[in-house]
């Protein structure tokens, strides 16, 4: 099937023809259901704190930011913005002129309190001879949005997230990066006053991130008395998948070549992996607010640390007690309590297992990768949700699922999906160290049964393709994970351009 071009691509990509041969099978077989027994909520899976729990977990957090540990920030920045301006692109192509929907009359009706306008006029009076105001008098908006959206002006249509300026602050606009290295002074700052952050972007926008960094970082040092270890990665080219035809067959584009697709943020658990740190926060890139609403995300960010440094103590002690084989009966009971009711690990043969079992199945789940999860109350907001869901061992255990991943013909799975009380804002911690200081193998964590597969279309043909399991999806699904109660203005994505109107981002 594998031409000799073909083999030479894959060597170039550091892609082998098992690898291939492995994605074509999962393109015929699919990917099954995952189980769920319940969603997550506050009676079961998910920790309601009090604000004399909070306080514990901050002062908790601050201890260990004073330890000589290694504590990094770990942004996805690599999304381009496109989708952000999808309904602007929309109104380009369309047959009037003045903005006629309602995204439309918003847009332009609040075009003065977007923090890109300043850079948006000049780009205006560049390429136009007028600015803005005098465009939209003339009934020039689609000047307006061509010099917003392409190459010619902000070129912002094919820019990422992190690049476009998000708020305004009297010393001038920032963008959703240089926010992130504000939040990182904040709640990332280590004993000696360093802070590390690592983002990942796209190849083609690796030089514009870099010089952005050069311009700014000094400037935030200064203002917050830091030191930034910033770094940058792409996605490596062997995470990858093959698209195929729908026959399954392998897509090939006009020349003949293999088509590949980028593998989605599941890629991501490599750059992650790659790491040298003991606690790592993740983020989605637009998810930030300007300084007078950091408060909450500050916050929080410590509280669900403070959780994951508590629970981590005493999973730890657990391991060296056992690696000691100086336990009592008694203490292992106060251990199954713990990974039942703590890390709400279930498993239904607990009490058919010999003592040498017990003790195994018990070491064998505290010492994996460790995860606190932000959860939001669900008011509406399209994404994944915390979920308590059977395992390939058969045992159940605190999961994130999309919808993708649950069989909505089922009417159980189905209605326990719909009535979720809870879901998933991306608003992570996690340690990946294990008690003896060791780095986890985060790939051998990873359940390769949940990834995904699409239907896209590429010089107009139809083709399907291939989704890694997600990073906080099936990526992390055999880590210990532990679900936190987290307050909605902790939450603030910016999907859409108009986003930026809502009163969190002004």
Known sequence: ????????QLKAKNLTEAQIDEQLSDFVKGFPYLEIKASASVEKGIMRLSVAEEEQYISEWDSYLASDKKIMKFVPASGAASRMFKDLFAFLSAAYEAPTTDFEKKFF??????????????ACVKNTGKGIDALISDGRYKDVAANLLDSKGLDYGSLPKGLLLF?????????A????????????????????????????????????????????????????????????????????????????????????????????????????????????????????????????KKVIAGVLTAIQKRIFEYVRLIESGDYTHEQIEEMIYFLQNELCIKNPETKYLEDAELILYIKRKLQRPLRVCGMVRNVGEPGGGPFLAVNQDGTISPQIL??????????????????GSHFNPVDLVCALR????????LPAYVDKNTGFISQKSKDGRELKALELPGLWNGSMSDWNTVFVEVPIETFNPVKTVNDLLRVEHQ
Request: aromatic share 10%.
């Open 167 to 175: 708020h305004n602050y009297p010393d001038g606009a920032r963008t």
């Open 109 to 122: 009706s609040g075009i003065r309190k977007f923090a890109f306008f300043d850079a948006l006029d000049a």
């Open 434 to 441: 294990d008690a003896d200081g060791r780095k986890y193998d």
């Open 177 to 300: 990066m240089e926010e992130h290295l504000v939040e990182g002074a904040m709640y990332v700052k280590n004993a000696d006053g360093g802070v590390t952050i690592h983002f990942t972007v796209s190849p083609e926008h690796l030089p514009l991130f870099k010089t952005l960094v050069e311009q700014k970082k000094p400037l935030y040092e200064k203002k917050f008395g830091v030191a930034y270890g910033l770094s940058f990665s792409t996605q490596l080219s062997n995470t990858d998948t093959i698209a195929v035809d729908m026959a399954n067959a392998p897509f090939r584009d006009v020349k003949g070549r293999l088509v590949f697709r980028p593998g989605g943020h599941g890629a991501l658990i490599q750059n992650l992996n790659s790491l040298d740190a003991d606690v790592v926060f993740v983020k989605n890139i637009d998810n930030v607010v300007p300084d007078g609403f950091k408060a909450a995300t500050v916050r929080y």
């Open 1 to 8: 099937m594998l031409k000799p071009d073909d083999l030479l």
């Open 402 to 419: 999309e919808s993708s991943q649950i069989d909505m013909a089922n009417p159980a799975a189905k209605e326990a999906f719909e009535k």
